[in-house]
């Protein structure tokens, strides 16, 4: 990019600074690159219709990303598809390692006994649905930049709708106000890539929707998105429903929190997913795909109940995106196993295994950086412990649990302090992986109405849908579904959109 000035500018002039935050605040609501506001925001009870939206954050300008990663990335998806639904094919390699965190992790623990529990009965649905995506951060090694993933997402993986939508904020921006900026950047010369995110996941819902086939009892079929209780990222969600109502699927949200009061469950050996209409009982839909924006930490399942509606849904004929075999292949724990180099102890490596042929295995592993158990027994587990608990080498570390949705890892100094307050016999429930430190970036952020300036740290995600059978492992349909690109300041160390630190972003590839 030849520009008089930086790409992307630090803008001074408080009058372009206002016009473009003015395009973007009116773009972003009439497109609905929205979330609802937080109490904080607007007040408590301020809002008791629920009628109030609020900008999304996001990025002034797309972050500049080399674009040999960002092909890297969407090309290798597939093959990432592919490991994790081999790996949720593989109960004895999940049930191995649940085992090895299941003594300080009471959550996974009891996620792995409603899938025992299903086993016993026996499954009635062996279609699985994926909708993956995989996080990474550009690592500069040298002078050669390489992908490295941050984490693998196989459940109620967000933003697939904001980002499509960020993107498309971007390309008008570059046509209507880049231009006008006083010393304009060259807007020709922005690579901004289509991102297809929110109907490359609507599809992936479509495909299994499909292959559900017809009710056998009568009933119409549909789509249940189950979600959390007063989700503030609802019009994230809703691009993914209007996406698959555009196709004509009926598609229904239901509150996790309420699964056993609206669905009942056709008897053994059926055990189709009944959804029944709250304010019209009598209308009865039959439960193709029961998508879960939901059940993904400890914090939905207050209850008993909460774990008897898991339960209900994964016994029954509905095809869950995910089972909870597909959500449990998601641990860390896997992925620090599958990072795992080969030893001539242990034979060849875990990837190996799951992707036997050379060339898919290499291009994923060349995406994995170091990651280490936290076990008393192994050597790369002792080794761990050293590195975790001495005050200097921490700071090059992440440690994190079995969890998902941002907020539960601890980093560099503050690791030995988490250990202490944990029985030694419990830090195998946790895994140590390196820091990835990106290439210093700097870009504007325009978050509640207010502009940060600063460097950032960008981290891409790439979508993926894979629907497979659980039996005989065929695969129906695998395909990369757009991306997400993430920012946050580059003091923060977690980047979740939905926790208040990161914002929305598109790739202006360089
Ligand atoms: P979660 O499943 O809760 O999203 P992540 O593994 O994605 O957990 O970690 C949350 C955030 O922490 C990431 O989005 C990233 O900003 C930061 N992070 C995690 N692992 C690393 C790493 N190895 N290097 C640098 N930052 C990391
Ligand atoms: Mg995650
Ligand atoms: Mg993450």
Not at 199 to 205: E, F, I, R, S, V
Not at 211 to 226: M, N, W
Not at 273 to 301: I, M, N, Q, W
């Amino acid at each position: 990019m030849t520009s008089s000035r930086p790409y992307p500018p630090a803008l001074d002039a408080g009058l372009e600074k206002d016009r473009l935050s003015q395009t973007i605040k009116d773009w972003s609501i009439a497109n609905g690159l929205a979330v609802r506001p937080p109490p904080a925001l607007v007040g408590q009870n301020q809002d008791p219709e629920g009628i109030l939206a609020i900008n999304a954050p996001v990025t002034l300008f797309p972050s500049p990303f080399p674009k040999s990663c960002f092909e890297e990335a969407k090309a290798i998806q597939t093959s990432y598809n592919e490991l994790y639904s081999r790996i949720s094919q593989d109960e004895e390699f999940l049930g191995r390692l649940v085992q090895e965190v299941a003594g300080g992790d009471d959550f996974i623990a009891k996620l792995w006994d409603i899938h025992l529990k299903v086993k016993e009965e026996g499954y009635v649905q062996n279609l699985s649905l994926g909708l993956f995506r995989s996080d990474y951060m550009a690592h500069q090694d040298g002078a050669h930049l390489q992908i490295k993933q941050v984490e693998f997402n196989t459940i109620a993986s967000s933003f697939g709708g904001l980002s499509a939508q960020t993107s498309l904020l971007h390309q008008h921006l570059a046509q209507t106000e880049y231009p006008l900026l006083n010393d304009s950047i060259p807007t020709a010369s922005l690579n901004l890539p289509t991102n297809n995110s929110a109907q490359g996941l609507a599809a992936g819902l479509h495909a299994a929707y499909k292959a559900y086939g017809e009710s056998t009892l009568g009933h119409p079929t549909c789509v249940i998105f189950l979600v959390q209780d007063g989700e503030r990222n609802i019009f994230d969600q809703r691009h993914l429903e209007y996406a698959l109502q555009r196709s004509s699927v009926p598609v229904f949200r239901l509150p996790f929190s309420q699964v056993l009061t609206h669905t009942t469950l056709a008897p053994t050996p059926s055990r189709q997913l009944l959804y029944h209409l709250p304010h019209s009982p009598s209308k009865t839909f039959e439960v193709a795909v029961a998508y879960l924006r939901a059940g993904y930490g400890p914090g939905d399942y207050p209850s008993p109940s909460a774990w008897e509606a898991r339960h209900r849904v994964e016994r029954s004929l509905a095809i869950a995106c995910p089972t909870i075999l597909t959500q449990l292949a998601g641990m860390k724990k896997v992925q620090q196993v599958l990072a795992t180099p080969p030893t001539l102890a242990s034979g060849p490596s875990t990837l190996g295994k799951f992707v036997p042929d050379p060339a898919r295995s290499s291009a994923l592993w060349k995406t994995f950086t170091n990651i280490y158990p936290l076990d008393g027994e192994s050597a790369a587990g002792q080794e761990a412990r050293r590195l975790a608990t001495d005050p200097v080498e921490c700071q090059k570390y992440v440690m994190k649990p079995q969890r998902e949705g941002g907020g539960n890892n601890f980093y560099r100094g503050a690791i030995p302090e988490q250990l202490k307050t944990i029985p030694e016999e419990h830090w195998n429930s946790f895994i140590l992986m390196e820091l990835i430190t990106p290439p210093p970036l700097q870009n504007t952020i325009l978050r509640q109405g207010k502009l940060e300036q600063g460097g950032v740290i960008c981290e891409l995600g790439v979508y993926g849908t894979c629907l497979w059978d659980q039996e005989t492992g065929e695969v129906r349909h695998n395909e990369e579904a757009g991306y997400l690109l993430r920012t946050k300041g580059d003091q923060s160390e977690e980047g979740g959109v939905a926790a208040g630190f990161g914002c929305m972003d598109s790739v202006a590839l360089v």
